[in-house]
């Protein structure tokens, strides 16, 4: 069992940067993937970024590609996304996600991930 918990949302003005942390506790040697996806009401989960460490691979969503960075800590079992140039669209909620055995082809699929977190607000104003 994996825990996650994330932190760093908040409120910024567009333009800004934002740091999110994603920390793992428990059987974190269970998994070799966390990313990061993003939801706000009545809207479809959107994946953002993702890391998969034991493969070196790391892939970012087509509305971040740009402005994103995902990084990890593996001597604090915490997965980085650090996020510049916001803008409003940007304002959801951010959910970090944890797994095993997925590729980089499923990486955008919220189901194959086993762990969640509790998710943090991002809001982003004009």
């Known amino acids: 069992q994996v825990q996650l918990a994330e932190s760093g949302g908040g409120w910024v003005r567009a333009g800004d940067s934002l740091r999110l942390s994603c920390a793992a506790s428990?059987?974190?040697?269970?998994?070799?993937?966390v990313s990061w996806f993003r939801q706000t009401p009545g809207n479809q989960r959107e994946f953002v970024a993702g890391?998969?460490?034991?493969?070196?691979?790391?892939s970012y969503g087509d509305s971040v590609r740009d402005r994103s960075t995902i990084s990890r800590d593996g001597a604090k079992n915490t997965v980085y996304l650090q996020m510049r140039s916001l803008k409003p669209e940007d304002t959801a909620v951010y959910y970090c996600?944890?797994?095993?055995?997925?590729?980089?082809?499923?990486?955008?699929?919220?189901?194959?991930?086993?762990?969640w977190g509790q998710g943090t607000q991002v809001t982003v104003s004009s």
């Open positions: 890391i998969k460490w034991s493969f070196n691979m790391i």
């Open positions: 996600a944890a797994g095993q055995a997925i590729t980089i082809l499923t990486m955008t699929v919220g189901e194959k991930y086993h762990s």
């Open positions: 428990g059987l974190t040697s269970s998994i070799d993937t």
